[in-house]
């Protein structure tokens, strides 16, 4: 069993428990498998949390995904997610 699904199972998915989950794992490479797990969230106050989505961006960011950050941007925007000035330094950060 993978660890998001561990966390799923066991009600311990918290924005906190996403965010280490998402470095941990792009650190390790896996970067599909953090977008997979983050599109997989159902809970809207979770998947648009702006302390999940950041990490998210700048993981993508820095392991150079650009195309794949902005096209995340976008649909988290479109998901209902409202950028912080944090998220738009990240952003900019793309350019």
Request: hydrophobic letters at 45%.
């Amino acid at each position: 069993m993978q660890v998001f699904d561990w966390m799923k199972a066991n009600k311990k998915l918290r924005p906190q428990s996403v965010s280490l989950y998402i470095v941990l794992m792009a650190k390790a490479g896996q970067h599909n498998r953090v977008l997979q797990s983050y599109r997989d969230i159902t809970d809207p106050d979770i998947k648009l949390n702006k302390f999940v989505c950041n990490t998210l961006l700048k993981v993508l960011i820095g392991a150079a995904h650009v195309e794949k950050a902005f096209k995340l941007f976008e649909d988290m925007k479109a998901d209902g997610f409202l950028p912080d000035v944090y998220s738009y330094s990240i952003v900019r950060s793309f350019c």
